[in-house]
């Protein structure tokens, strides 16, 4: 295990719900980010946050809203998605700074129906 | 930005050949060149990694290859096993403060037995 650990693994749900994923690293890193892995396209950073502080904001719809209430915690809230957000949604952690050494959690794989 | 580009989308080979992956880059200020491993059910894990100021770097079946002048690094995988098929990421970054990893589209390698 890389030490990232992600909330639900799975998650099904209509366009009119609103959900959240969770993310939480044990690696003592200041970092997080959010990924979108979606089938034959490269991975998508989403957001960047380093020291709870919201680094970058990738042209993300408003339906997507990060929370990052510690360095070890970083959620995704959901609401009134759209069948093409369907995806892998991925978490990782680095210490800031270092750019790279990214480690990832399992992702939650998303359905919207 | 950084474009990372990567080849073959997909590589099949037999139990102990090598495979090798190709990846380039488009910013020459780029310093930082992980691979990650994806098994199915499972998030990118890197497997070894290569910064600006060495041409070459080696952990025991794999090894990472980098020259700058041409913009390219590959990945090499000796005596390939079974367990080695996976989907393969290159990504580039100048390792700076937090500039983020640019991902190619990955290499689905299957190793035949």
């Known amino acids: 295990e890389t030490g990232v650990t992600q909330t639900p693994r799975h998650l099904v749900m209509g366009m009119t719900n609103k959900k959240s994923l969770k993310c939480e690293q044990h690696?003592?890193?200041?970092?997080m980010y959010w990924y979108k892995q979606s089938a034959k396209k490269p991975l998508e950073l989403m957001f960047v946050y380093n020291f709870k502080e919201q680094t970058e904001n990738n042209s993300v719809p408003s339906r997507f809203s990060p929370e990052c209430p510690n360095s070890s915690h970083l959620f995704l809230h959901l609401h009134t998605l759209q069948p093409e957000d369907s995806a892998l949604y991925l978490c990782?952690?680095?210490?800031?700074?270092?750019?790279?050494?990214?480690?990832f959690g399992p992702g939650t794989r998303l359905t919207v129906t | 930005g950084e474009n990372v580009e990567q080849h073959p989308s997909t590589l099949s080979v037999q139990e102990g050949d090598s495979a090798v992956i190709k990846c380039t880059y488009s910013d020459s200020a780029s310093n930082y060149f992980p691979w990650y491993k994806q098994e199915l059910g499972k998030g990118p894990q890197l497997i070894i990694d290569?910064?600006?100021?060495?041409g070459e770097k080696k952990d025991q079946r794999i090894a990472v290859t980098l020259n700058k002048t041409a913009k390219h690094f590959s990945l090499h995988i000796t005596e390939t096993q079974p367990e080695d098929s996976a989907v393969y990421f290159c990504a580039a970054t100048l390792n700076s403060g937090n500039t983020p990893l640019v991902f190619g589209k990955g290499t689905r390698l299957s190793v035949i037995a």
């Open positions: 690696l003592g890193h200041n970092a």
């Open positions: 290569i910064r600006s100021n060495v």
């Open positions: 990782a952690s680095s210490h800031p700074g270092q750019g790279g050494e990214q480690y």
